[in-house]
């Protein structure tokens, strides 16, 4: 939700900000701006409205903006229509200041009317233009931008990460962090700032994640950091692990393509170093027996796919662990009553590790005592960093705003860990516990024979992309599936989708079943296999088309049925939607390609969502 990326060296800046905002632009893409300044030329700001190619556009016809020190912005909306004014940067009145940021600064009105009192003009609409015009207002009153920026933000009420650039130290960028993300990049004789460090990786992979309430000062030769109270303080280091290749298309037409590509390898990563002889090995987890005795109640929060990870993860936690789970979504868990207290478990689900809602649950949970315990893709995330224990997902980068591989690494390990607390808790049965590990195991290999069907889905694909509605039906681990599948198709082809327990069909959504409606039948959780016949049955006799998914065991009998059967490799129940997702993520890949739809980067959403 909006990508902030700054730079200061001996480089044009230019280049950089636009290299660093092409990689962030899956975090908002309705406008892009840069802003650089120089001793000679002072600010020169250009933005528009639109993908940032308008931007580069744009800019190729202009004279160069000249200048070592910059900062870059990629718009998602939230105060004031995408246009070119709302834009950022932002500078303020007299050209002082300029200002990017991402969150929502919530009592700006209070500001904006305390500043027109005092005679300041205003010309965007925005609430972030308000830092800017308070910034140079208040530097026109105090000798230091640094005096400055310290009181601006004790002023600021909400969420920000902030970029800020002044005419009076043109070798200078300052950064500011409460609750949306902002991380530091140490270069040799150049220095960073980026929403994530795609946007910087290209330059380095020395980086330092900020925490609330600091302030970074950059220039080129090096980087000083100050808390709340303005004391000095040492960051530590991190070293990112993957390199550019992981943030590019790398020839795939795609990145949500080559994500779906890269599951068996991310799946690998994340599960191999977490089995050890056929055991679930959890060196990373600070829990102690105690703790897992002392849980009664487990919850899972989560927004978007990660809640559907949860969805899944209830069923077979429950019957792993014996102990009632509740799967919640974090935009209601955090404005609800829960029943968390010292005895509850809560995990957290995010791939980003950044999404506004679900950092806002665990803080209620953690302040209700519960043990937070994160499973994440971000290193160094805010929810990573404020969870009692986290549970790295090794997906590398996820750049599509869809998401395929961090559901698929999330899923996996959310189920290993319901399996490692079973087993240190004695209630796991030792022959599933056998055999869900040794399944575990051979599921990145499983994962590979379903990718190499990638035809199958292509083709159905081609026979219902111009359909308005479509219904997923399933039972248990299937419906929970259906809900992936059915967000997959609607997030990124626009086609109106529903997902419905295969069970509820009868009270009310069969009416909508009419001659030559798409049905996806997920029929993978061999127990309730006949069940799931009977619900196609039923939905065929009244006129559904009906795509089936199913195990390879159970494909001749599907055949018999279905309008189309696709089917993917047996593996144990409690894993089958780790198979089970991949051709519904490929529907909706070829359904939308088909379409034409801008798949990387669908309409009104971003990937990172750090705003309410
Ligand atoms: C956005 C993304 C989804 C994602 C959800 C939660 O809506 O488009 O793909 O599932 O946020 O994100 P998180 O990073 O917390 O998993």
């Known amino acids: 939700m909006c990508g902030i990326v700054g730079y200061t060296g001996k480089q044009a800046a230019v280049p950089i900000l636009l290299n660093g905002l092409e990689r962030l632009e899956y975090r908002g893409y309705d406008s892009a701006g840069v802003a650089v300044v120089s001793p000679e030329k002072g600010l020169q700001i250009e933005k ?13 016809a202009l004279p160069p903006l000249t200048g070592s020190t910059g900062l870059g912005h990629t718009r998602w909306a939230t105060h004031g229509e995408p246009n070119d004014v709302n834009s950022h940067p932002h500078v303020s009145q007299n050209g002082q200041v300029a200002v990017v940021h991402n969150g929502i600064i919530e009592n700006y009105v209070e500001i904006k009317e305390f500043l027109l009192h005092k005679g300041v003009a205003f010309r965007s ?11 140079e207002y208040t530097f026109n009153n105090c000798a230091d931008i640094m005096d400055a920026v310290y009181q601006v933000l004790d002023r600021l009420e909400g969420a920000y990460a902030l970029g800020i650039l002044c005419v009076d130290a043109p070798d200078t960028l300052i950064a500011a962090r409460k ?15 980026a929403s994530d460090a795609t946007a910087i990786i290209a330059h380095t992979r020395d980086v330092a994640y900020m925490e609330d309430g600091e302030v970074a000062v950059l220039t080129a030769d090096g980087i000083r950091v100050y808390d709340e109270y303005r004391r000095p303080i040492e960051k530590e280091h991190h070293l990112i692990e993957w390199d550019v290749s992981a943030a590019e298309k790398g020839g795939y037409a795609h990145f949500m393509f080559k994500e779906i590509m890269e599951q068996p390898e ?8 977490r089995l050890r002889d056929g055991e679930i090995v959890f060196d990373e987890l600070s829990l102690t027996d105690e703790d897992l005795r002392r849980f009664d109640r ?11 990870v949860g969805m899944v993860g209830k069923y077979d936690l429950e019957r792993f662990l014996r102990m009632p789970v509740e799967v919640c979504l974090a935009s209601e868990f955090r404005y609800s009553e829960p029943l968390v207290d010292d005895r509850s478990l809560v995990i957290v689900i995010s791939q980003s590790g950044e999404t506004l809602d679900s950092l806002a649950a665990l803080r209620k949970a953690k302040s209700l005592g519960g043990y937070i315990l994160s499973i994440v893709n971000v290193v160094g ?8 224990s986290v549970l790295y997902t090794w997906a590398g980068p996820e750049i599509a705003v869809a998401t395929t591989k961090a559901y698929s690494t999330q899923l996996a390990l959310l189920t290993m860990l319901g399996l ?13 516990y056998a055999a869900v590990t040794a399944e575990l195991a051979l599921l990145p290999e499983k994962l590979q024979t379903v990718l190499a069907s990638a035809d199958a889905y292509q083709y159905l694909a081609s026979l219902y992309f111009n359909r308005d509605c479509v219904f997923f039906i399933g039972r248990n681990l299937d419906y929970a599936l259906g809900l992936e599948g059915s967000l997959k ?4 082809s626009y086609i109106h989708s529903e997902s419905y327990a295969a069970g509820e069909l009868k009270h009310g959504t069969i009416s909508l079943i009419e001659q030559g409606t798409l049905v996806v039948a997920l029929a993978t959780y061999g127990p309730l296999f006949d069940k799931a016949v009977s619900n196609i049955v039923e939905v065929k006799a009244r006129g559904a088309e009906v795509v089936a998914l199913t195990t390879d065991s159970l494909r001749d009998r599907m055949e018999k049925i279905a309008t189309h059967t696709l089917s993917v490799p047996d593996t144990h129940p409690a894993l089958q939607p780790n198979l089970g997702v991949v051709p519904l993520q490929l529907f909706a890949y070829y359904i939308a390609l088909q379409r034409g739809c801008d798949i990387d980067k669908p309409k009104n959403l971003a990937k990172s969502v750090t705003v309410e």
Do not use: W
């Open 48 to 60: 528009c409205k639109g993908r940032l190619q308008v931007l580069r556009d744009k800019l190729a």
């Open 125 to 135: 609409d925005t609430d972030s233009e308000v830092v800017a015009q308070l910034l």
């Open 179 to 193: 609750d949306a993300p902002l991380l530091l990049g140490y270069g040799d004789g150049e220095s960073f700032i």
């Open 266 to 273: 991310a799946l690998r990563r994340t599960i191999s170093p």
């Open 298 to 308: 487990l919850y899972i929060v989560a927004c978007g796919s990660s809640y559907h």
């Open 381 to 388: 995330s805010s929810i990573a960093r404020e969870s009692d």
């Open 420 to 432: 490692y607390m079973a087993r240190r808790l004695g209630r796991a049965d030792s022959a599933e």
């Open 489 to 492: 198709l609607k997030e990124i």
